[in-house]
């Protein structure tokens, strides 16, 4: 007798995100990297405030850091 296949785990849906941390997740297109640098260009923002919205987007589980402060969404 076969079992039943199970259904794949579904995975929460992502957080609440801030008006800055949307910004800058949407200027990350699926399956792009992109540095800290060219994130402040399409944003506007400078470094010191991106840096702390990379790090509580990474922490949501919303983007991955890549070597050499490379960055993509998951």
Do not use: H, N, W
């Not at 200027?27 to 540095?35: K, P, T, Y």
């Not at 987007?57 to 490379?70: V, Y």
């Amino acid at each position: 007798k076969k079992e039943p296949k199970k259904a794949p785990p579904i995975s929460a849906p992502p957080p609440p995100l801030s008006e800055e941390e949307t910004v800058v997740y949407r200027s990350i297109s699926d399956g792009e990297v992109l540095s800290a640098d060219e994130i402040c260009q399409r944003t506007g923002l400078i470094f010191p405030r991106l840096l702390p919205l990379l790090q509580a987007l990474e922490l949501s589980g919303c983007i991955e850091s890549l070597p050499g402060s490379m960055f993509r969404r998951k």
